[in-house]
């Protein structure tokens, strides 16, 4: 084949007329979706430098303050006179640490001093900051109708060939995040949770704590966080809903097989909302009591959990290593046999200066591009253990991770999906692989399940700068190491060719061509040959799409239709290449054969 060739494929005769291109609707009323509180960790945002107003106490076991809150209120109002300072006990956190409070806002100096009359104590095991933490997430304001992080060949998690020996079916995943805005793709998978935010304010909800885990909304204006440490407001500009736990959900556990929305990965499990996030954020001691409520732990003056969590999703974080306090939570869950899976941030740096990234016994999530290289905004480092998809839409939003959404700016509208992008968006796929782990194999403990995942990853197929732990996660290999039997797909790294380079399509133009050099191979291609196609175009009815294998062979991936209207080809063909070699030179063509709509093969890959 060649750029000047005719058209000699079936079903080409061109009837006159006007197409008209007219999109993608992604629901009955889809505007674009809400910014997002924030995009990044508190380290980059300034927000790690809001005031500190508590302080968690961990007392030794044998201290009297550890079991009576009498105790621990006189100990806090005694070092607070020593310093100086009018402190008292808040409350008793799930962990057994104590919440201090420091009666307001301390400088720098004065709250430095606070801990050292804690830290002097023998009795004080640890005392660390009640900080803030936020969604890492960076959503973006595009429509996308595909989820080629589920199966695409080039750096998807191969998540369909796991579903043959697992869905999820009676494991359970809290989602520790902003709660949950109703939306029909996902209801019939949401069981109840517990709203943990402790500030009425934050929670903007009309009140503290209770059993009602629904998010009502994160936005924020200008400065209502206070001020960073060069007293800049925070946010620096007025921030809209996020809806950022109800997307986390949807990538886990999204209805399947109804008709309509997106696949969620582990499908028939169910998702506990748990809502520590709300205006500005959320603190440490929140998630701390979450994450004991969640794994079936007591936390004083909640109600005990009636379903135990068997995964917990973190896809949230805050600036400074690990504390104690969360450490300690951390510890109690995985002691009663949850996995605990978070974030590893959005701030391109080494996770190790983040929490609970930088935490132990957890699964921490760097996020890939669908390239597969380390997303450019995620975080690296020795303390990641797995890399998930993330997407990065820097050059198209149709790279990002399509999930669940609502339309509401500032107060809940209408049900829709969105593409993100984020350390957030990856992390509920290694929630979701754990959870079809669990059915699987359900004795596996958090450690067995840790280990399985990282030594079934296969190599990125693109770079990593900094450490991408063992790899890209691949549920297929996972699941079939757990189970026994074999790989239903030839093993990766082997067998995917894959082309990223753009080429751009002329408008009712001559054939484009992209080539693939396959080498290694011996003997003919498979009788399924699959190939994966991402072409971005406004109206892709007007497309003939060819592959040509190294003979001249041609198979016709794709004719002309003037019912199509809709945007981009992205899918996967399967041809049957058994009467031609493999090894040599592979061809997609493409050409527009009508006119007022342009696109460009953006990457395409043969997976032998």
């Given amino acids: 084949m060649n750029g000047s060739r005719s058209l000699r494929i079936s079903l080409l005769a061109v009837t006159t007329g006007a197409l008209i291109s007219s999109g993608i609707a992604v629901s009955?009323?889809?505007?674009?979706?809400?910014?997002?509180?924030?995009?990044?960790?508190?380290?980059?945002?300034?927000?790690?430098?809001?005031?500190?107003?508590?302080?968690?106490?961990?007392?030794?076991?044998?201290?009297?303050?550890?079991?009576?809150?009498?105790?621990?209120?006189?100990?806090?109002?005694?070092k607070g006179a020593k310093a100086g300072e009018s402190l008292g006990f808040d409350r008793r956190l799930g962990t057994g640490a104590a919440l201090?409070?420091?009666?307001?806002?301390?400088?720098k100096e004065s709250?430095?001093?606070?801990?050292?009359?804690?830290?002097?104590?023998s009795d004080v095991a640890y005392v660390v900051p009640d900080r803030r933490m936020y969604a890492m997430a960076d959503p973006n304001d595009s429509s996308y109708d595909r989820q080629w992080d589920l199966f695409e060949a080039a750096a998807g998690m191969r998540v369909p060939g796991a579903w043959a020996k697992a869905t999820g079916k009676d494991v359970k995943v809290s989602v520790i995040d902003t709660g949950y805005v109703a939306h029909s793709d996902l209801a019939a998978n949401v069981i109840a949770g517990y709203d943990f935010i402790s500030d009425p304010w934050m929670a903007q909800d009309g009140g503290g704590r209770d059993s009602n885990p629904a998010d009502p909304g994160d936005w924020m204006n200008r400065g209502e966080c206070g001020s960073d440490s060069n007293g800049q407001p925070v946010p620096s500009r007025d921030t809209n809903n996020s809806w950022h736990g109800t997307h986390v959900a949807g990538t886990i556990a999204a209805v399947t097989g109804n008709g309509k929305g997106v696949a969620g990965i582990a499908y028939n499990a169910t998702v506990q909302p748990v809502r520590v996030l709300g205006k500005c954020g959320g603190t440490t001691a929140d998630i701390i009591d979450a994450i004991t409520w969640a794994s079936g732990g007591s936390v004083s003056g909640v109600p005990a959990n009636p379903n135990p969590a068997h995964v917990i999703n973190m896809s949230l974080g805050g600036g400074g290593s690990c504390d104690s306090g969360t450490q300690s939570a951390i510890n109690g869950a995985v002691s009663r046999g949850t996995t605990v899976v978070v974030a590893a941030g959005n701030d391109n740096t080494n996770a190790a200066n983040f929490n609970p990234a930088s935490c132990n016994n957890v699964i921490t999530v760097a996020a890939s591009d669908r390239q597969g290289n380390r997303a450019e905004y995620s975080n690296y480092g020795s303390v990641v253990e797995i890399t998930a998809p993330g997407g990065e839409t820097t050059a198209s939003s149709a790279n990002g991770i399509w999930s669940t959404l609502n339309t509401g700016t500032r107060s809940i509208g209408s049900e829709t999906y969105s593409a993100y992008q984020g350390t957030s968006m990856a992390t509920p796929h290694i929630a979701g692989l754990v959870a079809l782990m669990k059915e699987a194999k359900p004795a596996l403990t958090p450690a067995q399940i840790s280990t399985a995942i990282r030594e079934n990853a296969r190599t990125l197929p693109g770079s990593c700068s900094g450490g991408c732990g063992a790899g890209l996660a691949d549920a297929t290999a996972t699941l079939?190491?757990?189970?026994?039997?074999?790989d239903p797909e030839p093993e990766p790294g082997e067998n995917v060719f894959t082309n990223t380079n753009n080429v751009d399509i002329s408008d009712n133009g001559d054939w484009v061509a992209s080539d693939i050099e396959v080498t290694g191979r011996t003997g003919n291609g498979p009788t399924q040959l699959k190939v994966p196609v991402d072409i971005k175009h406004t109206f892709r009815g007007d497309l003939v799409v060819v592959l040509e294998a190294p003979d001249g062979t041609d198979f016709t991936l794709k004719n002309l239709s003037q019912t199509d209207s809709a945007d981009n080809i992205t899918q996967t063909f399967t041809v049957n290449a058994s009467g031609v070699a493999a090894n040599g030179t592979w061809q997609l063509w493409v050409r527009d054969a009508y006119p007022n709509d342009t696109g460009y093969i953006d990457s395409w890959s043969l997976t032998f």
Avoid: H, M
Avoid at 42 to 71: C, F, M, Q
């Fill in 111 to 121: 709250l430095s001093e606070v801990i050292d009359t804690f830290r002097a104590d």
């Fill in 100 to 107: 201090v409070d420091l009666g307001g806002e301390l400088s």
């Fill in 480 to 486: 079939t190491a757990i189970t026994g039997g074999t």
């Fill in 28 to 78: 009955a009323a889809a505007p674009a979706p809400a910014t997002a509180t924030q995009s990044t960790t508190a380290a980059s945002s300034g927000i790690a430098d809001a005031p500190v107003e508590r302080l968690i106490v961990g007392y030794k076991t044998g201290a009297a303050e550890a079991k009576s809150n009498d105790a621990a209120s006189k100990d806090a109002k005694t």
